[in-house]
């Protein structure tokens, strides 16, 4: 796999054509989880959707958001994007916002964000690229700064087609085919002995159709316990809950999904991210 980051932190983009796949949930679980096993981590929200930002900004963070944020660190190729990341209240985990002008920057170069992040060694070992689920210029930028990229797939057709049609882009757009990744999110391994059933008939499509699927232990269950990621700050009024994977299942397809990211390095295991 080419990497672009020889110096620089791993670069991770979740990118596909689809919302609802499960993109912001895993970079938010997978930078809590390498924040806490002790890595310095950007989160880049590349989404004008806001969803990372919104979970991770606390309210006074809100308005500084406003000037210090994903399109004012892009709009200059000079700038570095660490002086506009803010800090947040997970160990070892950075934003940078995301900002509805990020429209404007919808002409910028391609490789941009490449030749921005490999500027940022030293200050973090891996940045998380969450995209909005689009295909145009930034999300461009997101593939090409990328060192792997990994695409969601729900069990539904919808999401297949939506990473084939991922994957064919990939393939002809970037020379980033190689670091292309498919993850099932909403996997039940209770149902794996089934000789039949949706769950059997998607996996047999995916592994047919695709050539690099992760390892079966980082599929995420579908639990409702990734709903409690999603409203922890808009129910709680900002107040921390440490610990939100409760669910064993869940915990561990993370922390395998991270070490995955991290090229299978052993984390410790935090108690709680
Ligand atoms: N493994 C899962 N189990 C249960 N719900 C999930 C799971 N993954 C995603 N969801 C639900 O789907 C919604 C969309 O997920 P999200 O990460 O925001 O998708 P995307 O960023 O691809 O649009 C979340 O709010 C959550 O409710
Ligand atoms: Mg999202």
Same mark, same amino acid.
């Given at each position: ?5 020889? $110096? ?14 499960? %993109?912001?949930? @895993? ?16 989160? @880049?929200? @590349?989404?004008? &959707? ?20 994903? #399109? ?36 910028? &170069?391609?490789?941009?964000? $490449? ?20 295909? &145009? ?27 084939? !049609? ?27 002995? #089934?000789? $039949?059933?949706?769950? %059997? ?5 995916? %592994?047919? +159709? ?6 079966? #232990?980082?599929? !995420?269950?579908?639990?409702?316990? @990734? &709903? ?8 709680? $009024? ?17 922390? %395998? ?10 984390? +410790? ?5």
């Amino acid at each position: 796999m080419e990497t672009n980051a020889q $110096s620089g932190p791993k670069v991770i983009t979740l990118s596909a054509n689809k919302g609802g796949v499960g %993109k912001t949930r @895993m970079a938010i679980l997978i930078a809590n989880c390498l924040g806490a096993s002790g890595r310095q981590v950007l989160v @880049m929200d @590349m989404d004008f &959707n806001n969803s990372a930002s919104f979970y991770y900004l606390s309210p006074e963070h809100t308005d500084i958001a406003r000037t210090k944020n994903i #399109a004012d660190g892009l709009s200059r190729e000079t700038n570095n994007l660490a002086d506009y990341a803010l800090t947040t209240d997970h160990p070892g985990v950075h934003l940078l916002a995301s900002s509805r002008y990020l429209a404007d920057l919808r002409s910028i &170069n391609e490789k941009r964000l $490449s030749r921005m992040t490999g500027l940022l060694s030293g200050l973090y070992d891996v940045i998380l690229v969450d995209c909005q689920p689009d295909y &145009n210029n930034l999300t461009l930028n997101a593939l090409n700064a990328a060192d792997l990229i990994i695409t969601p797939v729900l069990k539904d057709l919808d999401s297949y087609n939506a990473a084939c !049609f991922l994957g064919q882009k990939i393939a002809l757009d970037t020379d980033k085919y190689d670091a292309w990744h498919i993850t099932i999110n909403g996997y039940n391994h209770q149902y794996e002995a #089934a000789l $039949s059933g949706k769950q %059997k008939e998607y996996l047999d499509i995916y %592994k047919n +159709e695709f050539q690099r699927i992760t390892d079966p #232990a980082t599929w !995420f269950p579908w639990t409702a316990d @990734m &709903n409690e990621i999603k409203d922890r700050k808009k129910l709680l $009024s900002g107040q921390q809950i440490r610990g939100a994977v409760q669910n064993p299942e869940l915990y561990q397809a993370v922390i %395998k999904l991270s070490e995955f990211c991290i090229q299978d390095e052993l984390l +410790e295991r935090p108690a709680v991210f």
